[in-house]
């Protein structure tokens, strides 16, 4: 089935709900192409959980607080060489562990106020604190995972994915 934003309404479920955990799981080559976002919601404890492969970014209105790109730089805001990229302990070196840390404590108390997906796919989440979350399409490669989007508690996956020229969404029970 094509990709319409309303098959994906079950988004709307996280308005009210907050961040409870959001990590980076190195995933590439290993059980993915991409590194992964794992971003998860709930009241108490996790009831729905965004996975991402593609590009991710938090932000409010005058700074950019985390993004995908960040495992690309140290910490001092420097590139990182591709063979500290590459190595056993690339991740611990980069960027994205300060940044997650500065995100989790700006989120603590947030709650989701509005959830938007558009018809291209991007979703835009938006917190009582002013905090954005984009995930964005970032590219158009065959049969590749952009995200899912999980109701822990229905099991339900909702993994959007292209194929065959398209932006597809399917159901996984």
């Known amino acids: 089935m094509n990709f319409n934003a309303e098959q994906i309404s079950i988004m709307q479920r996280l308005v009210g709900k907050r961040l409870i955990n959001i990590f980076y799981q190195p995933t590439a080559n290993i059980i993915a192409e991409d590194n992964m976002f794992v971003i998860n919601f709930g009241s108490n404890k996790v009831e729905y959980s965004l996975h991402s492969f593609s590009y991710v970014r938090f932000r409010n209105s005058k700074h950019i607080l985390l993004t995908s790109a960040d495992e690309y730089f140290s910490p001092k805001y420097t590139h990182l060489t591709d063979e500290e990229i590459y190595s056993q302990d690339g991740f611990e070196k980069s960027l994205i562990p300060v940044r997650i840390k500065n995100v989790k ?28 979350l984009e995930v964005s399409i970032d590219c158009s490669y065959e049969d ?9 508690l229905k099991k339900r996956h909702y993994v959007v994915t292209f194929k065959k020229g398209e932006l597809k969404i399917t159901v996984l029970k």
Do not use: C, M, P, S
């Open 144 to 152: 590749y995972e952009y995200y899912r989007f999980i109701d822990v």
């Open 105 to 132: 404590q700006l989120l603590k108390n947030a709650r989701v106020v509005k959830v938007t997906v558009k018809d291209w796919g991007d979703i835009e989440i938006n917190f009582d604190n002013e905090i954005v």
